[in-house]
């Protein structure tokens, strides 16, 4: 085991002109996933999270992905490409009438092609269509190192930063 220090940041943008966005290419689709079984569900998180030790949700169980997923502020959007999975963001719309992209990432098979952008500017798209007033996510070092650069590209700016160690399996 090795233990690690990571840095989170968390990134918001306040207005939706801010958003420098890239629209989806022809061959993606989105799809709101209501009624996502627990299996794809944890599918999604562990193929796409696995790389960078995503581990909260691991063991939940499928009635606490239902429940969870049944909420009516929480929304999972599922990206593929030419019909094939290749990627998800999950949206919390919050009481303070932010909303929070929890989630997003893309299987390992469709980073460093330019759909991280296309996705994201998506995300930032359906936030904003639920009526929030500012959009906001973290990430830490642990991530991608491609999606720092993305979430700036795209107009969010830092407004927090914190430290914490991990342990990491060898």
């Known amino acids: 085991m090795t233990v690690v220090t990571v840095t989170r940041t968390y990134l918001q943008i306040v207005s939706p002109d801010q958003l420098s966005g890239a629209a989806l290419d022809r061959s993606v689709s989105l799809e709101r996933a209501d009624l996502c079984p627990p299996s794809f569900y944890r599918q999604l998180y ?3 999270g696995r790389e960078f030790h995503w581990r909260d949700r691991m063991n939940w169980t499928d009635e606490e992905i239902t429940s969870y997923l049944a909420q009516s502020e929480v929304s999972l959007w599922v990206a593929r490409v030419n019909g094939q999975v290749a990627g998800y963001f999950e949206l919390r719309a919050d009481p303070d009438h932010s909303t929070e992209i929890v989630y997003f990432g893309l299987l390992p098979s469709f980073t460093g092609k330019g759909l991280g952008k296309q996705l994201l500017t998506a995300a930032v798209a359906r ?7 500012r959009v906001w996510l973290h990430t830490c070092t642990l991530d991608n190192p ?3 650069p993305n979430y700036l590209a795209r107009g969010f ?3 927090r930063q ?6 990491l399996p060898d």
């Not at 914190?162 to 342990?167: D, L, P």
């Open 162 to 167: 914190e430290q914490y160690e991990v342990t």
């Open 157 to 159: 700016k830092a407004f």
């Open 146 to 148: 491609a999606a720092l």
């Open 46 to 48: 562990a193929d796409v």
């Open 127 to 133: 936030a904003w269509a639920g009526d929030a007033t």
